[in-house]
T-cell receptor, first 110, second 115 residues
Framework: TQLLEQSPQFLSIQEGENLTVYCNSS?????LQWYRQEPGEGPVLLVT?????EVKKLKRLTFQFGDARKDSSLHITAAQPGDTGLYLC??????????FGTGTRLKVLA | DTGVSQDPRHKITKRGQNVTFRCDPI?????LYWYRQTLGQGPEFLTY????????KSRLLSDRFSAERPKGSFSTLEIQRTEQGDSAMYLC?????????????FGQGTRLTVV
């Protein structure tokens, strides 16, 4: 059973639009990570957030960790076709045991 | 060493056959993970090793599944008496170190199709 629920499950948008992806849990985590996975590849780490309320920016991507460290969001500004992929949040559940969220599949149309 | 490598990339097998997958982690990484992923879903944790010790197994890992990491380097994942429900992508990842910013490096996965 996944402890990290992501929404939406699927998102198809036009190039240039903004979007937000959410990762929610009933558990508190010491840190949370976001990965992106492209077809035929393994996930690749985008960012780690560690402090409640923390905001990190990576070019057009903005990541926020909830104040209570139970949830996180990923906001993409002016999406591009190259942003297409499966976005995954991940957290440590137990000592060194990393679990992943249910995933958000994003498709950005040119 | 350029990253985590998995072999084979694709495997098609008949129901009831045994299959074995191999993962070679990044050489200095002491922790190795196996995940299973179905299309469009997030990876599901199966098991992980610290060096050669298998520290945790998911209840998803039935007695038909076994994983080893005999010398603390490469790992194998064996599935006995495969079933159609075993069809999935099997991902391996490795990490090292401690702390909140540990990054997991993934291989490209082995896609298993049971027919």
């Amino acid at each position: 059973t996944q402890l990290l629920e992501q929404s939406p499950q699927f998102l198809s948008i036009q190039e240039g639009e903004n979007l937000t992806v959410y990762c929610n849990s009933s558990s508190v985590f010491s840190s949370l990570q976001w990965y992106r996975q492209e077809p035929g590849e393994g996930p690749v780490l985008l960012v780690t957030v560690v402090t409640g309320g923390e905001v990190k920016k990576l070019k057009r991507l903005t990541f926020q960790f909830g104040d209570a460290r139970k949830d996180s969001s990923l906001h993409i500004t002016a999406a591009q076709p190259g942003d297409t992929g499966l976005y995954l949040c991940a957290a440590e559940s137990g000592t060194y045991k990393y679990i992943f969220g249910t995933g958000t599949r994003l498709k950005v149309l040119a | 060493d350029t990253g985590v490598s998995q072999d084979p990339r694709h495997k098609i097998t008949k129901r009831g056959q045994n299959v074995t997958f191999r993962c070679d982690p990044i050489s200095e990484h002491n922790r190795l993970y196996w995940y299973r992923q179905t299309l469009g879903q997030g990876p599901e944790f199966l098991t992980y090793f610290q060096n050669e010790a298998q520290l945790e197994k998911s209840r998803l890992l039935s007695d038909r599944f076994s994983a080893e990491r005999p010398k603390g380097s490469f790992s194998t994942l064996e599935i006995q008496r495969t079933e159609q429900g075993d069809s999935a992508m099997y991902l391996c990842a490795s990490t090292q170190g401690i702390g909140l910013n540990t990054e997991a490096f993934f291989g490209q996965g082995t896609r298993l199709t049971v027919v």
